[in-house]
Structures are given as C-alpha cells and as structure tokens.
T-cell receptor, first 111, second 113 residues
Framework: SAVISQKPSRDICQRGTSLTIQCQVD?????MFWYRQQPGQSLTLIAT?????????ESGFVIDKFPISRPNLTFSTLTVSNMSPEDSSIYLC????????FGSGTRLTVV | EDKVVQSPLSLVVHEGDTVTLNCSYE??????LLWYKQEKKAPTFLFML????IEKKSGRLSSILDKKELFSILNITATQTGDSAVYLC?????????????FGKGTLLTVNP
C-alpha cells in the first residue's frame, strides 16, 4: 500500500491567515482525497483531486476557501484560506491505493 | 445521500472481554466497506470487505459483511488496553471514476485494565 508523508503535523494560526498542507505519496496515484475531521466528529470529504484537472468539491466546500493543487501524480496541497476558529480541525489526505491509505494528519488550531 | 451509521457510539469494557461493533449503511452503488482504527490523527486500515458472508481475520480482530441486510460487524476478542481507540466504518460508493468514502461517526472503545 502507498505511504503518504503529510506536513505540517500541527500548527497554530491566527484568524484571517492561510495555511497550506502538503501530501507526498511514494507512488503514483490517480486520485487523492482531502478530509476534515472537526473535534468529536467523523471524517468529512472536502474534495477529490485528480492530476491535470480541477478538484471536485463536496457540498458545503468551495474552492475559494479550500484551494487544492495537484501538479503531478505523487503530490497535492490543500490551502485553508482566511481562517476562522471554526476551521480548527484535523485535515487528512488520502489515496485510493491499498484500502484508502491516509497521511499522518495535520492538527490545525485557529486562534 | 449516502449514509453510514455505527453503534454503539461508545463502549467501555475490561481487558479480556469480547466486543462487537456495528455498522449499517444506505448508499448508492456500493463497492466496498472498510474498517479503520483511529488512535491519534490518522486512521489505520484494518479491513476491506466486498463480498457477503466471507469473514476477514487479523489476529484478534475479525469482520464480516452482509450485503443483503446492509451491515457489517467488527469483532475484537480478548481485548487489550492497546485496543482503546475510535473504530471507524466507511463505505465506498459511487460510479465510473467517482468513487468516494462516506464515514460513520465512529465507536469510541475504551478497554480498562
């Protein structure tokens, strides 16, 4: 199964700023997925990122708030823009290889 | 809208007990059901189930899927304190190239010594 390196592991950010989360996969994958897990909640899919095309966003998530890049088949970034305390969550990337392997997660706290 | 429901939401047991976690689902174009263990941030893959009635086992953990009744169970025998975690059930569904996972809320398992 794929191994995903995700960074940063955690960050504390000021409201109104932006944070970019990176995921590097050790093999080429067609699709990557970005999830949010708010405190005490389960995982919610933000968007699906295919290489070479625009990301597909789930209901309730918009590109202006969560822009995604997918420059090649092993890398993707998610930016959380204009952050507010409600964006405090764990953010996870995932691939469809090997039972949907997950990155190690980014714990974001917005103050 | 795809829906995955897990029960119980939390469970406290003593070491050595056997537990059964439940997951029911209503989705369009089912492909697979997955179980994960989440201790800190990242869920760790446990099982992927695609066929009814075939039990998957890994050590003290086992799982089975019933596609007719739309549910799965995860069994943990001889529980240990290290089994304490949130157990997540997710269903892969969709169509064409657009499959995605829908997660349940999870079961918080606490194993006391």
């Amino acid at each position: 199964s794929a191994v995903i390196s995700q960074k940063p592991s955690r960050d504390i950010c000021q409201r109104g700023t932006s944070l970019t989360i990176q995921c590097q996969v050790d093999s080429q994958v067609t699709m990557m997925f970005w999830y949010r897990q708010q405190p005490g909640q389960s995982l919610t899919l933000i968007a699906t990122a295919n290489q070479g095309s625009e990301a597909t966003y789930e209901s309730g998530f918009v590109i202006d708030k969560f822009p995604i890049s997918r420059p090649n088949l092993t890398f993707s970034t998610l930016t959380v823009s204009n952050m507010s305390p409600e964006d405090s969550s764990i953010y996870l990337c995932s691939t469809g290889l090997g039972g949907y392997t997950f990155g190690s997660g980014t714990r974001l706290t917005v103050v | 809208e795809d829906k995955v429901v897990q029960s119980p939401l939390s469970l406290v047991v003593h070491e050595g007990d056997t537990v059964t976690l439940n997951c029911s689902y209503e989705v369009t174009n089912f492909r697979s059901l997955l179980w994960y263990k989440q201790e800190k941030k990242a869920p760790t893959f446990l099982f992927m189930l695609t066929s009814s009635g075939i039990e998957k086992k890994s050590g003290r953990l086992s799982s089975i899927l019933d596609k007719k009744e739309l549910f799965s169970i995860l069994n943990i025998t001889a529980t240990q304190t290290g089994d304490s975690a949130v157990y997540l059930c997710a269903v892969e569904a969709g169509g064409g190239s657009n499959y995605k996972l829908t997660f349940g809320k999870g079961t918080l398992l606490t194993v006391n010594p």
